[in-house]
């Protein structure tokens, strides 16, 4: 099937680290990709990893992937009230004739004071 | 900020009505995909367009249709409007090179149109 499966909510201390984990389809997959939703806005492309790496950093963010497993994390270091929102993982099958993007349903981070 | 611009942002219609969504791609982006997002859920492929052509479709039926303009704006049109069509609507832009988009090509979303459907 075509799920990116994610668990659906998660809460951090402000200052902890926010892990949030996803489970992709396609092994075939060249990119995978993690977008932020805030409130009432549309999507923002957070980061993006290609398949043949297994780690990338990007300030705060770091996205580990294990392409055996197909399980994908990112790292939110130093959490702040500003990370507050739903975080969408999401692949592109490589058999796809399309530029179709297939999302999780989104893990909403909630970061307690 | 993306440069992808939706109109309108909100828009109630009924049951049975047909409703035309905009979009308007970021500078020099030349494809335009679509998306439905119902309430908490990930967003859902409705289709792509590439120069002005149909490059690709989602699972959903042919009462969901679209237009691709000369200077890459978009329209969405859904016909017979039913009630589990209520969902934000998303668009985004991406640049296809010579030959045409690719699995890679990094899509830039508009912050969306929110259709409730009575």
């Known amino acids: 099937g075509e799920d990116v499966e994610q668990s659906l909510f998660l809460s951090v201390r402000e200052g902890d680290s926010s892990v949030i984990n996803c489970t992709y389809t396609?092994?075939?997959?060249?990119?995978l990709y993690w977008y932020k939703q805030e409130p009432g806005a549309g999507l923002q492309l957070l980061t993006y990893?290609?398949?043949?790496?297994d780690m990338k950093q990007d300030q705060r963010l770091t996205v580990l992937l294990n392409k055996k497993d197909k399980h994908l994390s990112l790292r939110i270091a130093d959490t702040q009230t500003g990370d507050s929102a739903i975080y969408f993982c999401?692949?592109?099958?490589?058999?796809?004739?399309?530029?179709?993007?297939?999302f999780g349903s989104g893990t909403r981070l909630s970061i307690r004071p | 900020e993306t440069g992808v611009t939706q109109s309108p942002t909100h828009l109630i219609k009924t049951r049975g009505q047909q409703v035309t969504l905009r979009c308007s791609s970021q500078?020099?982006?030349?494809?335009v995909s679509w998306y439905q997002q119902a309430l908490g859920q990930g967003p859902q492929f409705i289709f792509q367009?590439?120069?002005?052509?149909?490059?690709g479709r989602g699972n959903f039926p042919p009462r969901f249709s679209g237009l691709q303009f000369p200077n890459y704006s978009s329209e969405l049109n859904v016909n017979a409007l039913e009630l589990d069509d209520s969902a934000l609507y998303l668009c985004?832009?991406?640049?296809?090179?010579?030959?045409?988009?690719?699995?890679?090509?990094?899509?830039?979303f508009g912050p969306g149109t929110r259709l409730t459907v009575l």
């Open positions: 985004a832009s991406s640049l296809g090179l010579a030959g045409g988009p690719k699995l890679t090509d990094t899509q830039y």
């Open positions: 396609d092994s075939s997959s060249t990119y």
């Open positions: 990893i290609f398949s043949n790496m």
């Open positions: 999401a692949e592109i099958p490589g058999y796809s004739s399309a530029s179709k993007i297939i």
């Open positions: 500078s020099g982006h030349n494809t």
């Open positions: 367009y590439y120069r002005e052509e149909e490059n």
